[in-house]
């Protein structure tokens, strides 16, 4: 009991220092760790939605980058060929994506292990093609270009990078904060009785598959946010974002980091794309890299970096006790 | 008009031709070992370029396939044997884990063979066209040779797993692999026959399907997309649905392509959807 007592108020003392940190963060970094921050904020708004089905349900998605990217065109797509003002973009593409994820939901929800992992390859394979082959839309391989990020309060996000620092910040925050709720209440409970025994919940008398369903929409709903400050920080998007690299990037990512956690996700993002930066300076090798890299950490430490430390917290406290 | 309902007819015929010889491979090693190899469209393009290169330096086409096809079933050995045995049991781990060697080997092909699309030339007594009776299409001859490639496969490893002891063995491996192991039947060896048969499917489909296909970067997913939307339809394990898989798919990718381009590929959504809505286990698939 003494023990989590401590544990929670390293956990609330951790918590203060890292938000009174990332509040401050412009005013004592150059802009280069800004940009670093911001992007590392919407790829882990992504990682976060595949690691949330992967701790919660035990789902390992190959699809995430396709809500992801569906939000980051209808986006780029309604504002550079309709021009529609601010507010409707991201709001159709959020509820587009989310609407895909309600139709794809109803193919997955039936499967699991291995088989849901093979079905999200393939149907995120499927978005990528559209992407990339419906040209007259999309512009196929180059991509849309110039979508400007809005004016908020009389300040252009575009041109301040710290006005949209604090713009991605906020629904950053309120990401971890949906889904570290949705954890911690009786729906997150159900999901994880689900993931270690399906039989026993559908015994109870719980909706399996309804559970499901929703956790699905949803993981796609935090992964469409993450798409539309992707593309209004980097301008364009392009069949890329929906590419099976971007999936296993952020599968990549929450494997680091440890899968079942929301602090891993970020974590793991953060080191990953760090890592991007570097290695693109150095090699043009990257994938062979990352397939390393994803070999190795699947091989040897398939809990992630955080799992692996909880893990040995407790040996640790077991020998103490 | 009708011309191009006949030819997009018979290019879906060849490419489930090339499909299926690509996807009882997969078939064939799912069902006994439960892992799905995401290596499979790797092993394809490697096989591919391999033959490419035999191909260049000695000139015989039929040298090119076996050296292609042997190229990946020993790579598909060595995988199984030093990387899948390492998490055998759990399911999950083993396709990560091929689905990052799929990364590495595809990037590994782009450092050797470059970037640019290639393609094998035909051999000389394959080139051409012919007639086709009663419909009176002018057909490449090499296309029709690929179809009886394939029909050549499929009696070939139904005579394989219904006649011969090792093929009798896999099948009972197939239905209740801990009965074959208790019997006495080395499984670890068997797992990797099975795997490097598989792979060598794949490196033989991706040197027939580099001959009238391209062979590039990213083939290697394209090819695998389509392998596994063959086996989700046909159902995951059974060499039947792999064929009726093979059909419906390379039928309607090769009218979609001939007719609505811009969808071709996304197209192949909606027999996917039909099919995993009636019948989740595939058309020919077992209750899991």
Redesign the interface.
């Given at each position: 009991m003494n023990d989590k007592l401590s544990l929670n108020i390293w956990k609330i003392f951790f918590g203060i220092i890292s938000i009174s940190l990332l509040l401050t963060l412009p005013w004592w970094s150059s802009g280069y760790v800004v940009m670093m921050v911001i992007r590392i904020m919407y790829f882990g708004m992504l990682t976060m939605s595949l690691a949330f089905l992967a701790g919660e349900l035990g789902w390992?998605s190959l699809m995430q980058a396709a809500f992801f990217g569906i939000a980051g065109y209808f986006v780029a797509i309604l504002q550079t060929r309709y021009s529609l003002p601010f507010p409707i973009p991201p709001l159709i593409g959020i509820a587009m994506a989310t609407v895909a994820a309600a139709l794809f939901g109803?193919?997955v929800i039936?499967?699991r292990?291995?088989?849901f992992?093979?079905?999200t390859?393939?149907?995120g394979?499927?978005?990528w093609?559209?992407a990339s082959?419906?040209?007259?839309v999309t512009r196929g391989d180059t991509g849309i270009h110039e979508v400007y990020a809005p004016m908020l309060f009389g300040i252009s996000t575009a041109e301040s990078k710290t006005a949209f620092y604090f713009f991605n910040l906020i629904f950053f925050v309120g990401s971890i904060i949906f889904l570290a709720a949705l954890k911690r209440s009786p729906f997150g409970l159900m999901l994880r009785g689900i993931r270690d025994s399906e039989s026993r919940m559908r015994m109870l008398g719980y909706s399996v598959g309804l559970l499901r369903y929703c956790a699905f929409i949803f993981a796609a709903f935090v992964a469409a946010l993450g798409g539309v400050f992707f593309v209004y920080f980097t301008g364009l998007i392009n069949p890329h974002s929906v590419s099976?690299t971007t999936n296993?990037d952020t599968?990549l990512a929450g494997i680091l980091g440890g899968i079942n956690s929301l602090g891993g996700a970020i974590l793991g993002t953060g080191i990953l794309k760090m890592l991007d930066v570097w290695l693109s300076g150095v090699t043009k090798?990257y994938?062979?890299f990352?397939?390393?890299m994803?070999?190795l950490v699947?091989?040897f430490a398939?809990q992630g970096i955080v799992g692996t430390a909880k893990k040995r917290l407790e040996t640790k406290r077991k020998k103490t006790a | 008009m009708s011309l191009l309902i006949g030819m997009s007819f018979l290019n879906g015929l060849t490419l489930a031709a090339l499909l299926f010889i690509t996807a009882s491979g997969l078939t064939l090693s799912f069902s006994l070992m439960?892992?799905?190899n995401?290596t499979h469209g790797a092993f394809y393009l490697a096989g591919g370029y391999i033959g490419l290169t035999v191909l260049k330096a000695t000139g015989n086409w039929a040298l090119a396939v076996l050296l292609g096809g042997l190229f990946t079933a020993v790579l598909a050995l060595v995988e199984e044997r030093f990387?899948l045995s390492?998490?055998r049991g759990n399911?999950?781990?083993e396709?990560?884990?091929s689905?990052?060697?799929?990364?590495?080997i595809?990037?590994?092909i782009?450092?050797v063979w470059g970037g640019n699309p290639k393609t094998i030339a035909i051999p000389k007594s394959l080139g051409g066209a012919v007639v086709i009776p009663v419909i009176g299409i002018i057909y490449p001859l090499y296309r029709i040779f690929m179809l009886g490639l394939a029909i050549f496969i499929i009696l070939g490893l139904w005579v394989f797993l219904k006649k011969t002891n090792l093929g009798i063995t896999i099948r009972a491996g197939v239905d209740n692999f801990h009965m074959v192991s208790a019997l006495g039947i080395n499984v670890t060896r068997l797992f990797t026959i099975v795997f490097g048969l598989s792979g060598g499917l794949a490196g033989i489909a991706g040197v027939v399907g580099g001959t009238f296909m391209m062979l590039g970067p990213g083939e290697d997913?394209r090819i695998l997309?389509l392998t596994?939307?063959v086996i989700?339809i046909g159902g995951m394990g059974s060499l039947s649905g792999t064929i009726v898989g093979a059909l419906i798919t390379g039928l309607i990718y090769s009218f979609a392509t001939a007719f609505i381009?811009?969808?071709?590929?996304?197209f192949?959504?909606l027999p996917?959807?039909i099919i995993?809505?009636i019948r989740?286990q595939g058309l020919f698939g077992k209750e899991?």
């Amino acid at each position: 009991m003494n023990d989590k007592l401590s544990l929670n108020i390293w956990k609330i003392f951790f918590g203060i220092i890292s938000i009174s940190l990332l509040l401050t963060l412009p005013w004592w970094s150059s802009g280069y760790v800004v940009m670093m921050v911001i992007r590392i904020m919407y790829f882990g708004m992504l990682t976060m939605s595949l690691a949330f089905l992967a701790g919660e349900l035990g789902w390992v998605s190959l699809m995430q980058a396709a809500f992801f990217g569906i939000a980051g065109y209808f986006v780029a797509i309604l504002q550079t060929r309709y021009s529609l003002p601010f507010p409707i973009p991201p709001l159709i593409g959020i509820a587009m994506a989310t609407v895909a994820a309600a139709l794809f939901g109803l193919l997955v929800i039936r499967t699991r292990g291995i088989y849901f992992l093979m079905l999200t390859l393939v149907l995120g394979q499927l978005v990528w093609a559209l992407a990339s082959q419906w040209a007259s839309v999309t512009r196929g391989d180059t991509g849309i270009h110039e979508v400007y990020a809005p004016m908020l309060f009389g300040i252009s996000t575009a041109e301040s990078k710290t006005a949209f620092y604090f713009f991605n910040l906020i629904f950053f925050v309120g990401s971890i904060i949906f889904l570290a709720a949705l954890k911690r209440s009786p729906f997150g409970l159900m999901l994880r009785g689900i993931r270690d025994s399906e039989s026993r919940m559908r015994m109870l008398g719980y909706s399996v598959g309804l559970l499901r369903y929703c956790a699905f929409i949803f993981a796609a709903f935090v992964a469409a946010l993450g798409g539309v400050f992707f593309v209004y920080f980097t301008g364009l998007i392009n069949p890329h974002s929906v590419s099976l690299t971007t999936n296993v990037d952020t599968l990549l990512a929450g494997i680091l980091g440890g899968i079942n956690s929301l602090g891993g996700a970020i974590l793991g993002t953060g080191i990953l794309k760090m890592l991007d930066v570097w290695l693109s300076g150095v090699t043009k090798r990257y994938l062979l890299f990352m397939g390393i890299m994803f070999m190795l950490v699947i091989m040897f430490a398939p809990q992630g970096i955080v799992g692996t430390a909880k893990k040995r917290l407790e040996t640790k406290r077991k020998k103490t006790a | 008009m009708s011309l191009l309902i006949g030819m997009s007819f018979l290019n879906g015929l060849t490419l489930a031709a090339l499909l299926f010889i690509t996807a009882s491979g997969l078939t064939l090693s799912f069902s006994l070992m439960r892992v799905v190899n995401l290596t499979h469209g790797a092993f394809y393009l490697a096989g591919g370029y391999i033959g490419l290169t035999v191909l260049k330096a000695t000139g015989n086409w039929a040298l090119a396939v076996l050296l292609g096809g042997l190229f990946t079933a020993v790579l598909a050995l060595v995988e199984e044997r030093f990387l899948l045995s390492w998490a055998r049991g759990n399911d999950l781990i083993e396709t990560l884990i091929s689905l990052s060697v799929a990364i590495i080997i595809g990037d590994l092909i782009l450092v050797v063979w470059g970037g640019n699309p290639k393609t094998i030339a035909i051999p000389k007594s394959l080139g051409g066209a012919v007639v086709i009776p009663v419909i009176g299409i002018i057909y490449p001859l090499y296309r029709i040779f690929m179809l009886g490639l394939a029909i050549f496969i499929i009696l070939g490893l139904w005579v394989f797993l219904k006649k011969t002891n090792l093929g009798i063995t896999i099948r009972a491996g197939v239905d209740n692999f801990h009965m074959v192991s208790a019997l006495g039947i080395n499984v670890t060896r068997l797992f990797t026959i099975v795997f490097g048969l598989s792979g060598g499917l794949a490196g033989i489909a991706g040197v027939v399907g580099g001959t009238f296909m391209m062979l590039g970067p990213g083939e290697d997913w394209r090819i695998l997309l389509l392998t596994l939307i063959v086996i989700i339809i046909g159902g995951m394990g059974s060499l039947s649905g792999t064929i009726v898989g093979a059909l419906i798919t390379g039928l309607i990718y090769s009218f979609a392509t001939a007719f609505i381009p811009q969808f071709s590929l996304f197209f192949l959504f909606l027999p996917v959807a039909i099919i995993l809505s009636i019948r989740p286990q595939g058309l020919f698939g077992k209750e899991a």
